[in-house]
């Protein structure tokens, strides 16, 4: 069935959110990497609206600003002072104009809400040829939210919100949701005779419904099938409810296309994240923003992935990755941090206590422990020895390091930018490299050793050390004299 395409949505979102006891405007609080405007506006974009109007009023200059990076399509409408949803509407349509043809009004603080249920509420509102149609829903608690007050036949009368309610009213479980679908050149016309006499002293969106029927206009409502999706977020207990809801859609999507979950409840993705079938997502694991993982790659557990990219058949276990690539069948962790730059090739080895930044490592290259590795190329089949550092920070500038392939960098060693280590290269283990080392090479930088016999019987005399050398000393002229 074919959806009718609204010609205008308008998005209530200037409201100040005070439940949230926040510096940022509520409607610009994270929810599964995107801002809970975001979400109403993703749902908004799927109806492929003729227009897309977002009412802002607290803070506007901040939220401004947010949509334009957003949803720079969107034309954003100030309501200077909140004085009710009406109100907010009526500026709406004032400032960008009447519409002519489907108006979708809904709240910013609704990111639940899916583009099906608001195709199902035009679709309803279209077939039954209403002046409005309300989308409700049946909730197990309505106290807060205005009710539908129905005849005995059944049809929508009116909406009463709670303080305006009686207590026969406030005993309706039918709540608004606050998104409607209207004829736009009537909810123009009605919307300017809405008056504040009530409760709240404010213009009443909910009024516009009376207005019309009282014009003898077709009034209706859909009922959404699920109320979750209707509820809105005004504290940040709601956040983590909607946080969870959403995060378990997300994750059932995933795996019925093919993705293993070991255990959704500590398992946390973003709306962009994609992940390959065959994928396998251990415990504890959340990936962020444009995560992207191929198939038969196992992340986790307790592995945080921001932007990273992770090839086929890769491991990567207690890690945190920002901005990196991981190539197939890389191993990275566990205890490994992969900051912004770090790319890995095809079977790269990183490994324990291993942190990386701005780094490519050629295929097969092993870092396997103990190792900062930042500003540099590595080339294939390079060995990195344990506790290695690449001194890339003077104090003023960053510098790069190159190690040629199939190079082998001796444990401890101090790789000291600019610097270059040739292909097939070694560095003695503890060296402090600061020159280039050439092709085949091996670059020893490191004080001699020099043995000071008997020091401890002479300077350290009486201790358990000294006793433990005694009697290796008599073990040895044991065996000595034994031949
Ligand atoms: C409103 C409805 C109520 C419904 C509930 C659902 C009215 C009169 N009441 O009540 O029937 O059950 O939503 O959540 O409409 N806003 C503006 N400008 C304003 C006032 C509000 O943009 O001047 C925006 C807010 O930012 C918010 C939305 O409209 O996103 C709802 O406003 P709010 O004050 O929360 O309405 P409720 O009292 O919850
Ligand atoms: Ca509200």
């Known amino acids: 069935m074919s959806v009718p395409r609204p010609a205008a949505v308008i998005v209530l979102a200037a409201g100040e959110g005070t439940r949230m006891k926040s510096r940022t405007p509520k409607i610009l609080h994270e929810l599964c990497g995107r801002a809970l405007v975001d979400h109403m506006l993703a749902a908004a974009r799927g109806l492929r609206p003729g227009r897309l109007i977002v009412v802002v009023g607290h803070e506007r200059e901040r939220v401004r600003s947010h949509l334009e990076r957003t949803s720079p399509e969107a034309q954003v409408v100030v309501q200077a002072e909140q004085r009710g949803t009406g109100h907010a509407v009526r500026v709406a349509l004032e400032t960008a104009g009447a519409v002519d043809g489907t108006v979708l009004v809904t709240y910013g603080d609704t990111p639940l809400l899916r583009t099906a249920t608001l195709a199902a509420l035009l679709e309803r509102h279209a077939h039954d040829g209403n002046a409005v149609t309300v989308l409700t829903a049946e909730v197990p608690d309505p106290r807060g939210y205005g009710r539908i007050v129905r005849d005995t036949t059944g049809a929508v009368l009116e909406i009463v919100e709670e303080k305006d309610a009686g207590p026969e009213q406030r005993a309706i479980r039918e709540m608004n949701s606050g998104v409607y679908a209207f004829d736009g050149l009537l909810l123009a016309d009605a919307v300017k005779r809405v008056s504040t006499s009530n409760a709240q002293g404010e213009e009443y969106l909910t009024d516009v419904l009376s207005i019309l029927r ?56 973003d709306v962009d994240v994609t992940l390959e079938p ?71 080895k990183a490994g324990t206590y291993v942190e990386m930044k701005n780094a490519r490592v050629g295929e097969g290259a092993k870092v396997p422990h103990l190792t900062y590795v930042g500003d540099a190329v590595i080339g294939k089949g390079a060995n990195i020895g344990a506790s290695t550092i690449f001194v890339n920070y003077d104090g ?53 050793q020099r043995n000071i016999e008997g020091w401890v019987a002479r300077r350290r005399a009486g201790t358990r050390s000294a006793e433990a050398a005694l009697r290796a000393a008599e073990a040895e002229n044991q065996q000595g004299s034994g031949t």
């Open 396 to 448: 003023v500038a960053k510098h790069p390091t190159t190690v040629g392939e199939h190079a082998f960098v001796g444990c401890d060693t101090m790789l000291v930018a600019p610097v270059n280590i040739g292909d097939g290269a070694y560095t003695a283990a503890g060296s402090v490299i600061d020159g280039d080392v050439p092709p085949g090479a091996i670059g020893v930088a490191r004080g001699r």
């Open 214 to 269: 009282g014009d003898g206009h077709r009034v209706g409502a859909h009922v959404a099938a699920d109320h979750v999706e209707v509820e809105g977020v005004n504290d940040r207990v709601q956040l983590a409810f909607a946080r969870r809801v959403l995060n378990s859609r997300l994750l059932e999507a995933h795996m019925r296309a093919g993705v293993t979950v070991i255990d959704p409840d500590s398992t946390w993705v």
């Open 278 to 348: 065959d994928t396998v997502i251990h415990p504890g694991t959340q990936l962020h923003g444009r995560t992207a993982v191929a198939a038969g790659a196992e992340i986790g557990p307790a592995s945080t992935l921001t932007d990273t990219i992770v090839g086929e058949g890769a491991l990567v276990r207690n890690a945190v990755c920002v901005e990196a690539e991981i190539g197939p069948e890389a191993v990275v962790g566990p205890y490994t941090y992969l900051r912004p730059g770090t790319v890995l090739a095809r079977k790269v």
